[in-house]
């Protein structure tokens, strides 16, 4: 490939991972099973790396990410910068460009952050090569797949290629905990998704790129609560292995997740430390807000449901709005459902698009406060608008109650 | 003063260092549009990389890193250089994808080695970094 056999674009991506590999310390590469790009790419990296590509080596899927046609065509809302808040966005002829490369390559149009919710389901060991620092968490901690930390550049080049450095989360020695998580301080019998946000983040900043195990969260942890503790763990950190005692496959006992080693280190997490997270997430009063914002990650099917379910019979507060992330597959069955158009009649945004990192009734409207469940959207919406944008963080219900009022 | 490292990506920059003591994330920590530190959040608030030597411990955050750094290169608004005790993958593919220069896996830790405001060249192809104290 390097040689340019299998044309330019295969071997600008061979390059890039050849570089990648020797910068890691990888000897040699390993096969991938499954990617999961971003759209959204600045249209040259797209092009460069896909030139003479005809089929991709690997089962490839999308990212959601900033849609300049859908917002447009929706909301007026455009952007003549490349930047909605920091995170960069294609224009609309450059993403149209970049979605038909993308058909043409006939990559699955998941446009999601969760694909483990849409039929992307990693086996165990499967190599994962997925833009999207959540899905990867998600990929590890919940299906015992190798999903190690890479980038949106690095995942574009293993579609290509079918390959990827064989290193870090790759190899199983490297796979063993290290840091090991107490949560004995705190009462977990009442926790929500907000609360295992708020402990997710925590950890994840404590913890940088080591990793942890949760020695003594309930194994009956369910998909939605491990998205919620996972999902922050790199938002502030780089935490990308994640062990559940009795959640995670390699992790039946604390011993298998700690490889038949004593901890490094032990951080037992206080109350003080929650509220500290809880905090720094709710500078904004209830009464600021004027959007809600679900779905980062996307939501899940049972939270579509328990929404549709919170917005019966309310309508949206004047000025007020509520946007939810949902994948076009989840979106299908929820409308079968019926939950849809309990959501659509409440007056809520519901959409395939990323709606914290990239949303632009934040980033470009300027809305000041937002309400969210989310503990990866709140710091997105801190360190993206340079902290013009402030947040109150609660479960989904409260949220919902400060934008909608009864019908 | 020299440091001896291992090539993330090649090329040669020189400039003032700043030292940034926390991991260090493109998405979020960088505005690809000026080139500063914009989250008010972090301790550097403000802080001006372009040109600037980056020296830092590792990478963190979001898997966009390598997007921010490539605007940030077509705005000629990225570090001159970087330099890191170890590079996660995200910073290593920031570096490549956005072609700024950086070494890591020094013989010396840097972060004890530099000092903001020291003038520094670093030829990442060798791998060295020349620390000229301010």
Known sequence: MLEGEYGPGTQRAMTFLK??????????????????????????????????????????????????????????????????????LANEKDYAKNLAILKKLKVLPTFTCTPYTVGIVPRRSDVCIWSGTSGQNAANSMFGARAPRHSVTTSLA?????????QGLLK????????LINTEELS?????????????YY??????????????LPNTLTLEQCKYLTSPLTTDGACTMCHIVGVTPEAPTLE?????????????????????????FNDASGNEVKLAVFGCPHLTILELRELASLLENRRMKEEAQLMAGVSNITYAMAKEAGYID??????????????????????ISGVSAVATNSARAARFF???????????YGDMESCVNLVTTAD | MKLKGYTVNPGEGEGEAVVVDTPFSFLGELDPSTGKIPSPFHPQFGQSLKGKILVFPTGKGSSMGPVIGWYAMKAGKNPAAMVCIEAEPIIASVAITANIPMVHKLDKNPLEMIESGDYVKVDATAGIVEVISK
């Open chain 1, 158 to 166: 293993s579609s290509v290629t079918g390959v990827v450095p064989y």
């Open chain 1, 19 to 88: 570089k990648l590999g020797e910068a890691l310390g990888a000897e040699k590469m390993a096969r991938v099973t499954s990617t999961h790009i971003l759209a959204g790419l600045p249209t040259e990296i797209l092009e460069q790396m896909t030139e003479g590509v005809t089929k991709t080596k690997t089962v490839v899927s999308l990212m959601p990410g900033f849609d300049p046609i859908y917002w447009r065509e929706k909301y007026h809302l455009v952007s003549d910068k490349e930047t909605c808040g920091s995170v960069s």
């Open chain 1, 172 to 179: 199983p020695e490297n796979r063993f905990a290290e840091l």
């Open chain 1, 203 to 216: 950890v994840g900043r404590v913890a940088g790129t080591r990793n942890i195990v949760f020695e003594d």
């Open chain 1, 382 to 392: 801190h360190t993206q608008t340079a902290g013009r944008c402030r947040t109150y």
């Open chain 1, 342 to 363: 309990t959501i659509v009649k409440a007056g809520a945004i519901l959409n395939n698009c990323c709606v914290s990192g990239s949303n632009p009734l934040v980033h």
């Open chain 1, 188 to 200: 977990l019998n009442n926790f929500t998704y907000a609360d295992y946000g708020a402990l997710g």
């Open chain 1, 256 to 280: 298998a997740a700690l490889g038949g080693k004593k901890a490094k280190e032990v951080l037992r997490v206080r109350k003080k430390d929650m509220q500290d997270v809880r905090d720094m």
